[in-house]
């Protein structure tokens, strides 16, 4: 199985990175989104995350999936399934690691891939699950050959395996049998049927759980100041869960 590059940021004194070595603290493992597909995102929201993370004690974790960024393989082969197992890899690098208590975080399609993936995980596997923006379903989200992204020319083609490769649980399905706290974060401007979709699901999911909707935001939190609100709203979510 494939082990993605990854970027660890640690604890140390005024929020700088700390050298490798340091004992393991709480990790969240972040995850890059749909036709992003690197650590930074939009306005280095997930760098400033992890940063965030880091001054509050959390060692935080960010990767490339398959085909992305600094990590293997040619992006044209990824699909949702793709990314599922390089979270599996990921989190079982980090339990290998001596991580014990870890939350995850997604973005858009990362956020369905943290969702599909959690809900398959041992039991007390994760401990908290924030999802921002998330895909609210696979059953309709581009189940169509899309030209643009097929375009050869289009550096985030993909193949027609990309809109059949789907898991078998669905994303409804899979977030009511998550039994660890979750908070999902999005704007009031997030895609068509994107929040009616994720309404329905915390509806049917097990408590803890928390909807927080950012006012005037878009799908990626392209402002910086609905991006300090996110950023802010997710660690004091993991500060709760994870240092305890």
């Known amino acids: 199985m494939r082990s993605p590059p990854v970027s660890p940021t640690r604890p140390a004194p005024a929020g700088r990175d700390a050298a490798p070595g340091r004992s393991p603290q709480p990790p969240a493992c972040d995850l890059g989104a ?28 960010r990767f490339d999936f398959m085909g992305s960024g600094d990590s293997s393989g040619n992006f044209r ?47 007390g596997d994760v401990a908290a699950l924030c999802t921002w923006s998330s895909v609210p379903s696979f059953a309709s989200w581009r189940r169509q050959p899309d030209d643009a992204v097929l375009d050869p020319q289009n550096c985030n083609r993909v193949s027609p395996r990309f809109f059949r490769d789907r898991p078998n649980v669905d994303v409804p399905a899979a977030y009511a049998i998550i039994a660890c706290p979750k908070l999902q974060i999005q704007g009031d401007h997030d895609l068509p049927g994107f929040r009616k979709g994720l309404e329905s699901n915390l509806r049917a999911a097990m408590p803890p759980k928390r909807h927080v909707i950012i006012p005037g935001a878009d799908h990626v939190f392209s402002r910086a100041d609905h991006r300090r609100r996110v950023i802010r709203q997710t660690l004091n979510f993991f500060e709760r869960w994870l240092l305890r």
């Open 77 to 123: 082969d990824m699909t949702p399934l793709t990314e599922i197992d390089d979270l599996h890899a990921v989190l079982n690098w980090a339990r290998r690691r001596g991580y014990r208590r870890i939350g995850v975080l997604g973005l858009s399609l990362g956020g369905a891939v943290a969702i599909c993936t959690v809900a398959h995980r041992p039991a």
């Open 34 to 61: 749909w036709l992003y597909r690197h650590k930074a995102e939009t306005g280095r929201l997930f760098v400033d995350t992890a940063r965030a993370l880091a001054d509050r004690g959390l060692d935080a974790l």
